[in-house]
């Protein structure tokens, strides 16, 4: 079976700080990796995905993870956070070829203080 | 519309009524989902259809939990004798084939459902 933990369940930044927002994944299988973002009021929204190759992908608003494979991780970073960037992101996981079922994390609330 | 559309955005219910939750995909999207979120808690997979027919229900909970989609469009999901741990947002989402078989979905807005 898989699973996904989101390591800290809200983030406080000040706007134009970096921020990190932890993802480790277990699974005995290939997974594809998915990081969603929930804004106040609105539906799931994809952010970035992994699905093979680089290890290092880009998203929408400047947020980037890197698959780290030994470490089981997914970290998202943005090295600059706007207010407009408040919102619950969830980590995800989806085994290859099973239909698009995804395993998402407890989420993490990321709130941008000015 | 252009995007996942789901009725009613919020349902109060008394403990053991039926509730029916709706779903209007994306159009052209074949493959449909139904997840569950809990307060604090990440979605929770229940059922995925491809077409008409359920690909995959093993996340519905107990046999009061029933999904049809019957012309491989809209989807209802249905709630027999609620109770209060139901109290969730059901979330429904669509994609391509392609995009189901990575696991990039297009979600709606939800279904929030309170079981006094």
């Known amino acids: 079976a898989q699973s996904v933990t989101q390591l800290d369940s809200q983030v406080p930044v000040f706007e134009e700080a970096p921020v990190e927002l932890r993802c480790n994944y277990s699974?005995?299988?290939?997974?594809?990796l998915f990081w969603y973002v929930q804004y106040p009021n609105q539906g799931l929204q994809l952010l970035l995905k992994?699905?093979?190759?680089?290890?290092l992908v880009k998203g929408i608003n400047g947020f980037e993870a890197e698959f780290n494979k030994s470490q089981t991780s997914f970290h998202l970073r943005k090295p600059s956070v706007h207010i407009s960037d408040t919102a619950e992101y969830f980590c995800?996981?989806?085994?290859?070829?099973?239909?698009?079922?995804?395993?998402f994390g407890q989420g993490t609330e990321l709130s941008v203080k000015p | 519309g252009a995007g996942v559309s789901q009725t009613p955005s919020n349902k109060v219910t008394e403990k053991g009524k039926y509730v029916e939750l709706r779903c209007d995909p994306i159009?052209?999207?074949?493959?449909l989902y139904w997840y569950r979120q809990s307060l604090g808690q990440g979605p929770e997979f229940l059922i995925y259809?491809?077409?008409?027919?359920?690909?995959?229900d093993s996340g519905l909970p107990n046999d009061r939990f029933f999904a049809v989609r019957p012309e491989g469009s809209v989807s209802t999901l249905k709630i027999q004798r609620t109770e209060r741990g139901d109290s969730a947002v059901y979330l429904c989402?669509?994609?391509?084939?392609?995009?189901?078989?990575?696991?990039?979905?297009?979600f709606g807005e939800g279904s929030r459902l309170t079981v006094l």
């Open positions: 989402a669509s994609s391509t084939n392609g995009g189901a078989n990575t696991g990039e979905l297009f």
């Open positions: 995800a996981v989806s085994v290859q070829n099973q239909g698009g079922k995804l395993i």
């Open positions: 259809f491809q077409g008409t027919g359920a690909a995959d």
């Open positions: 699974s005995s299988v290939s997974v594809y």
């Open positions: 159009s052209g999207h074949t493959a």
């Open positions: 992994y699905l093979s190759g680089s290890t």
